[in-house]
């Protein structure tokens, strides 16, 4: 049968399967509000789709200019704001964090106990600035609800109280121990929000401000930030938790979101929203070498180093992990300076090229740049765990059957 409607070497029909898929399997049974969905190839959006609703209660369908929570989708613009000022020489990825945080030079690794009595040992290792990148650094997440440590993380609100600052989080963190010495394990944490820490401390600007300056104006990205402006509202999406038995329920209404007011915790590792076009300009950006539209973000050779497998002796995620949280699958997978990179496309078990990269958030948002094929996804929707469903490996499965 001859390929037609094909632009970029993407058939245009197979990637209508998507959506077709999108409606029949997640939204019209219920289980997903809504999604906006972006492929492009060799600079040109081949394909960009909207179905579903952005707000169920107020039946307002999902538009291409839908803002969405991108959650940790925001930790890779992080990572290349603190790599902006790695190639200004500001500091050296082997340095010890508490160059920069002297408090933490004698953190201790957990040895028993509940907060506030823990018992620690002295870390083996010192932590280091690239132990924050790949996840190394013996931080957790309070919401892994694994340990007594982020237990402790859970009951002082460490992922964003309502009073948590960036300093403040850097101070609580200064108290808490360690799951394990540094650069020995991988465990999903708020390093990136610490990362955000460096990014302001290393600039003298605070992470609102360099953002904009240095990655959102330059690519054009005025829908991306920490709050949602008077002048968005209309455009901005709902947010549903997953519920048993396949439904979900509101979790953030975008009339009273927090997300309306200024932030008080700028969070680099999940405090973004954005729109499927806005986070496309940044990914295509990674795609073309660091550079989009004549505006450089990130020197190549800078990118090329954080797209690599950063993991002791190449190892894959399962090799080290101590958690079972992840924003990617596991297997044939590796972490980089802020991103998982795929290392081993069959061991993975999901469709794709070796070097592909990126990233997930909390509400089922997803991204890869595939440097093999010059090819970007950009996917979009408001759904609170993103283990819910499988959408991110079926995307991957239907992207790549659709190159020609």
Known sequence: MAESNVVAGLSLDRLENISHHLDENYIRPGKLPGAVTLVARKGEVAWVNAQGMMDVERNKPARRDTLFRIYSMTKPVTSIAMMQLYEQGRFLLDDPVHKYIPSW????????????????????????????????????????????????????????????????????????????????????????????????????????????????????????????????????????????????????????????????????????VSTVDDYFRFAQALCQGGALDGQRIIGRKTLEFMRTN???????????????????????????????????????????????????????????????????MVFMTQLIPSSSYPIREELRAMVNGALV
């Open 105 to 272: 030079k004698h953190l201790g690794v957990y040895d028993s106990g509940i907060h506030p009595n823990f018992v620690t040992r002295p870390a083996a290792t010192t932590m280091t600035i690239r132990d924050l990148f790949t996840h190394m650094s013996g931080l957790t997440y309070g919401f892994l609800f694994r340990s007594n440590v982020d237990a402790a993380y859970r009951a002082l609100k460490l992922d964003g109280g309502k009073d948590l600052t960036l300093d403040k989080l850097v101070e609580h963190l200064a108290e808490m121990p360690l799951e394990f010495d540094p650069g020995t394990a991988w465990n999903y944490s708020v390093a990136t929000d610490v990362l955000g820490y460096l990014v302001q401390k290393l600039s003298g600007q605070p992470l609102d401000d360099y953002f904009r300056e240095h990655i959102f104006e330059p690519l054009g990205m005025s829908d991306t930030g920490f709050r949602v402006r008077d002048d968005q509202i209309d455009r901005f999406a709902a947010c549903y938790l997953y519920q048993p038995g396949d439904t979900m329920k509101l979790q953030d209404d975008p009339e009273t979101s927090r997300y309306r007011q200024q932030a008080s915790f700028l969070s680099g590792g999940a405090g973004l």
């Open 310 to 376: 950063h993991l002791p002796g190449n190892q894959d995620l399962p090799g080290l992990s101590i958690g079972a949280f992840s924003e990617t699958p596991y297997e044939g997978n590796g972490f980089g300076l802020g991103f998982s990179v795929k290392t081993d496309v069959a061991k993975s078990r999901t469709n794709g090229s070796a070097g592909e990269y990126g990233w997930g958030g909390l509400a089922s948002t997803n991204f890869f740049v595939d440097p093999v094929e010059e090819m970007v």
